[in-house]
């Protein structure tokens, strides 16, 4: 049984380019969330989603950031035109059924994505 | 504002000696509990959880942590530690006001056991 997937691992972007980060749930997984991480520090939540639906976005930097988790393919984070200070490991969960009915539920994350802003 | 602390940055322990990673929090009501590992360049492997009932928990690899309401505690635990163990430690809450579930994590403790 597959973990949670996140590619690339690593990724190395110039200043104003664009980020993209792909996350897959563990298979009967539905509810993803995403996660920051900067050095030295803990990881910070940044977004919840559901298929076809941002439930939690309160962690969300209100600009150049955006998620989506479509009815097919993986969970999509994109950071546009990166600057210095987004560089850091971006982490991807997955759950069951998180929300009130789950809210025991355990998260398992997925290896990351170290990004670099040159 | 709603917090986790983990009030050391590391915690150095020789092999077989027991351990302690410490953690406190600070939410309204009673969150669960968690507790997770991150090896180097890897992402966080879930150990424990709290969710309700005995306030003694036990996880993956021989860990186990304890729920102190009164002193807004969960504390990680080993009897026994080993080399393999040395990694960076993370506890989260999740507040029971969050219907949303996401974690708020602590920032982290580098537990080093030597041999």
């Known amino acids: 049984n597959a973990g949670v997937m996140q590619n690339p691992r690593h990724l190395v972007r110039r200043r104003g380019q664009e980020a993209r980060l792909r996350c897959s749930p563990m298979?009967?997984?539905?509810?993803v969330y995403w996660y920051r991480q900067l050095p030295e520090e803990g990881l910070k939540f940044m977004v919840y989603l559901q298929k076809e639906n941002i439930i939690d976005e309160s962690g969300m930097p209100k600009e150049r950031f955006s998620a989506e988790f479509p009815k097919e393919g993986p969970s999509i984070l994109r950071i546009q035109q990166v600057v210095r200070g987004d560089s850091a490991a971006y982490f991807c969960?997955?759950?069951?059924?998180?929300?009130?009915?789950?809210?025991?539920?355990?998260?398992?994350f997925g290896p990351g994505t170290r990004l670099t802003v040159l | 504002a709603q917090s986790v602390a983990q009030p050391e940055d590391q915690v150095n322990v020789a092999e077989g000696n027991p351990l302690t990673v410490k953690c406190t929090y600070s939410?309204?009501?009673?969150?669960?509990l968690f507790w997770y590992v991150q090896y180097p360049n890897r992402g966080l492997q879930f150990l424990l959880k709290?969710?309700?009932?005995?306030?003694l928990v036990k996880g993956s690899y021989g860990f186990e942590a304890e729920f102190n309401k009164s002193q807004t505690s969960f504390h990680l635990k080993k009897p026994s530690a080993l080399v393999s163990d040395s990694a960076l430690y993370f506890c989260a809450v999740r507040p029971l006001s969050s219907n949303t579930g996401k974690l708020i994590f602590g920032q982290g403790t580098t537990l080093q056991v030597k041999p």
């Open positions: 298979k009967g997984h539905s509810h």
């Open positions: 969960a997955s759950s069951p059924r998180p929300g009130s009915g789950g809210l025991t539920d355990t998260q398992y």
């Open positions: 939410v309204s009501g009673n969150p669960y």
């Open positions: 709290y969710i309700t009932g005995d306030n």
